[in-house]
């Protein structure tokens, strides 16, 4: 998560090896066959993604008509909020707040505590997909960016992950040395945010200038490479229970969910050889898009509670 | 960086030359990604090295630079304004992206919410009431006394909450005054087309109405004396001129918290009297 490539793995359950086994000995012919006929029959779904736009939408209009209708359920904007009277404060603004500040009050404990319960509870990035406007308009951009890359007008431009760790401590540090909340001033999601709620300035700019960087130059350039707000909510994600599963049996490897997926070095599990275990959890960095689940023609990528499984 | 590498341990073979490319060019993108967006984010220092604006803060804003180390940028204190005096601030602002202002001009903070609802809505104490004690209080903006808010004079409880002031009317153009100059004034004070709102306690002390909706018309002018929502903050007084003569002329006092309705509502353009943000009060 914090950039480290992920290398082949060499602990490999037994179990995990007699599939990888069997797959090795079917028939080739066979296995081409089963393929064709699953893909005559696909379905291209887009179930998740449109549960996850509607919701996004629905949030972030949650916000703006809150402020313009006056119907006060969830006041402020993505930094920090009131959700009927509760606060919320975005973890990484808050975190900013802390460090420039170097002092906390009762509210922005609260909020960014009950925040951290929540997305806890969510899935950490879940926030990425399923709340951030940026998120939104980058996944439009990337559509561009797919069909300019389809006439090979562009091509992605991949840069080094580790650099959004480098970031993260970067923001953290200048917060803390110059006593301003640096990273505020050009976190697109605040921008965007403020934006739609108290409407457009000037700052739209530098969010245009990234999407243009990412039509043009490189794939989902600023939540892979770039975002804090990405990585925070990345770290809480380690602890929960939401989460997409994957499961080795019934897999073909062919690769349609790293195609689609923000993050695809977290797919690297269904790469042939690699899966540990016959059934393997999808890592933190993951945001919980479902645009794996959706675009799976076998199924084998699947939303899942850690614990729940089981009692079903 | 990439291809200074020493040769890699025996078991992974060297690079090739391709890959060894692939790497660098890989590199020069990662620096140039990291130059944008440090470049981007410390460009927001220029306004500060430069002290650009300075920009009248909502009531019980911490001094400037504390104000915008713990100000979350969220808003609430905008939506909770009555007559919406608080905007937010725009990219030319510099670390001041998203942090809120009052442009007194065009509106003014007139405490139409009948106590200072923008500190209660702020989720990180940026705007406060009670400043936590490792923060000093400048001298001079300190509030001899809880402001008087006259909208509430007759209440059990009049006073504003308010143990600082955000800065200090001051008339910038005495010249210009019309009071000074021993004239009236009749109409509507800014125009008929000024989008202001005020709570003009003449009209009705709970209802902010335009400030056009309420022509005036006085013989001598004492337009930011009557609508200051503050006791005791202006009033006009006879002063001597320098020839000696007499003469009326606006003039500022200690309780005054620095709202801004004086600036807002002075029909001289541009206004002779103005908040100088940050100000202190001086005797
Ligand atoms: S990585 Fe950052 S910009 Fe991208 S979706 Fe997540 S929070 Fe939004
Ligand atoms: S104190 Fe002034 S600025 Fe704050 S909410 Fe009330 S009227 Fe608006
Ligand atoms: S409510 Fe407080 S933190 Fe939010 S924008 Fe206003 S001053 Fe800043
Ligand atoms: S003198 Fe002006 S700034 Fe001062 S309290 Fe009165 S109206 Fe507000
Ligand atoms: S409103 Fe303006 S012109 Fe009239 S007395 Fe006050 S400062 Fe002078």
Redesign the pocket.
């Known amino acids: 998560m914090f950039g480290w490539e992920p290398g082949k793995p060499t602990q490999i359950s037994d179990a995990a090896k007699q599939v990888h086994e069997l797959k090795r000995l079917t028939n080739k012919q066979d296995l081409l066959a089963v393929k064709a006929h699953m893909r005559a029959h696909e379905v291209k779904s887009t179930k998740w993604r449109n549960r996850r736009w509607a919701t996004l939408i629905f949030a972030n209009l949650l916000f703006v008509l809150s402020y313009w209708l006056d119907i006060q359920v969830l006041e402020g904007s993505l930094t920090a909020s009131r959700f009927v009277g509760f606060h919320l404060i975005d973890l990484n603004s808050a975190l900013q707040v802390m460090l420039a500040h170097k002092h906390i009050i009762t509210n922005l404990l609260i909020g960014t505590g009950t925040v951290l319960l929540l997305w806890i509870l969510f899935g950490g990035?879940t926030?990425?997909?399923w709340i951030?406007p940026?998120?939104l308009v980058?996944e439009w951009a990337e559509k561009i960016h797919l069909k300019l890359a389809e006439k090979r007008l562009v091509s992605d431009q991949s840069i080094d992950r580790r650099l959004r760790t480098v970031f993260w401590i970067l923001f953290a540090l200048l917060a803390l040395a110059t006593g301003y909340t640096v990273f505020e001033a050009i976190s697109?999601?605040g921008i965007l945010s403020r934006a739609l709620i108290y409407g457009p300035g000037l700052a739209l700019l530098w969010v245009l200038a990234l999407l243009v960087f990412e039509i043009f130059f490189s794939r989902r350039a600023?939540?892979r490479y770039a975002?804090p707000?990405?990585l925070t909510?990345g770290v809480v994600g380690i602890l929960s229970p939401l989460r997409v599963r994957y499961t080795l049996e019934g897999c073909f490897h062919e690769g349609d969910c790293r195609k689609v997926c923000?993050v695809p070095h977290v797919l690297d599990t269904v790469i042939k050889g690699r899966a540990v275990a016959p059934q393997v959890p999808i890592g933190p960095d993951c945001?919980r898009c479902g645009l794996c689940v959706d675009a799976c023609p076998t199924g084998s990528l699947k939303f899942e509670v850690k614990g729940l499984s089981k009692l079903l | 960086m990439s291809d200074q590498r020493p040769p890699a341990p025996p078991p992974s073979p060297p690079l090739s030359k391709a890959k060894r490319q692939t790497n660098r060019r890989r590199f020069i993108r990662t620096a140039l990604l990291t130059g944008g967006v440090l470049g981007a984010a410390l460009s927001g220092f220029l306004p500060q090295i430069y002290a650009l604006k300075k920009r009248l803060r909502p009531p019980g804003a911490l001094d400037e630079r504390d104000f915008l180390a713990s100000c979350i940028k969220c808003g609430q204190c905008v939506q909770v304004c009555p007559v919406q005096a608080i905007k937010l601030a725009d990219l030319v602002d510099g670390m001041g992206v998203g942090v809120p202002y009052i442009e007194a001009r065009e509106q003014a903070c007139d405490f139409s919410c009948d106590a200072v609802q923008c500190i209660l809505a702020c989720p990180t104490g940026s705007l406060t009431y009670i400043k936590p004690d490792f923060l000093p209080v400048r001298a001079g903006a300190a509030l001899a006394a809880k402001p008087i808010l006259l909208a509430k004079e007759k209440d059990a409880e009049p006073t504003l909450n308010l143990k600082e002031r955000i800065g200090v009317a001051r008339l910038t153009r005495p010249e210009a005054c019309l009071a000074v100059q021993g004239k009236g004034f009749k109409g509507q004070s800014r125009g008929a087309d000024f989008q202001g709102r005020m709570r003009h306690m003449a009209v009705d002390r709970w209802k902010p109405i335009k400030v056009a909706d309420h022509p005036y018309d006085v013989a001598e002018c004492d337009l930011c004396a009557r609508e200051c929502p503050v006791k005791g903050a202006i009033s006009i007084e006879t002063v001597f001129a320098p020839d000696g003569r007499k003469r009326k002329s606006p003039v500022v006092h200690e309780p005054c918290v620095g709202c801004g309705v004086c600036e807002m509502i002075c029909p001289v353009e541009p206004t002779c009297i103005t908040i100088e943000a940050r100000e202190v009060w001086k005797a």
């Open positions: 990035r926030f990425c997909s951030c940026y998120h980058a697109p999601t600023w939540c975002c707000i990405g909510y923000l945001t």
